[in-house]
């Protein structure tokens, strides 16, 4: 059974509840695309990552622990604003780092490895979470996940990203040019 499926039968929303509350989401996600590059100058893209990661396991919670009602649904899509956003800052800031880093004739390859990485993975946890669902039940299931979103914030934590601060400023005058490469 899916969370969706979940929140229709055990919690008895009613599928319009359930379509506000996936569709805050998406409010969400337009907040972290306006975010994430104003936060990234103030503390730079090492701790902007780490603090997107370190939301989304949190945003979960009140996926595992809402009853039915209308309190469990505003905790659950608040819950769904802060992960998407987070997402969406998280992942617009690490393609940045990442077209930074990677030297120019590797830019294609860096974006397949990550794009690989990324949706390849997706089919195995879907089969993983239905395999688990279908033996410990949805709630232990959900435990879980949310306990294992932990670990991309302590890879990241032990990585170098997380020594990335702020860039220094840039200031051209009127009459100054940007180098040329």
Excluded: Y
């Excluded at 409010?27 to 990552?49: D, K, S, T, Y």
């Excluded at 998280?90 to 490895?113: I, K, M, S, W, Y």
């Excluded at 702020?166 to 009459?175: G, Q, R």
């Amino acid at each position: 059974m899916s969370a969706e499926t979940n929140l229709l039968r055990e919690l008895h929303w009613s599928p319009t509840a359930l379509g506000i509350v996936m569709g805050a989401g998406g409010v969400g996600g337009i907040f972290g695309a306006l975010v994430w590059q104003p936060l990234e100058r103030r503390w730079g893209p090492g701790r902007v990552m780490l603090g997107a990661l370190a939301l989304n396991p949190l945003a979960q919670i009140p996926l595992v622990l809402a009853g039915p009602g209308l309190g469990g649904q505003i905790a659950i899509g608040t819950g769904m604003v802060i992960q998407t956003g987070a997402a969406v800052c998280h992942g617009g800031l690490q393609r940045a780092v990442r077209q930074e880093l990677a030297p120019d004739h590797l830019q294609g390859r860096a974006q397949a490895t990550g794009a690989w990485l990324a949706f390849s993975l997706r089919p195995f946890a879907a089969l993983a979470a239905g395999a688990l669902g279908t033996l410990l039940g949805l709630r232990p299931t959900l435990t879980l996940i949310t306990a294992a979103l932990v670990v991309p914030f302590l890879v990241l934590w032990n990585s170098p990203v997380r020594a990335l601060g702020p860039a220094a400023p840039i200031s051209l005058t009127p009459t100054e040019e940007p180098a040329k490469p």
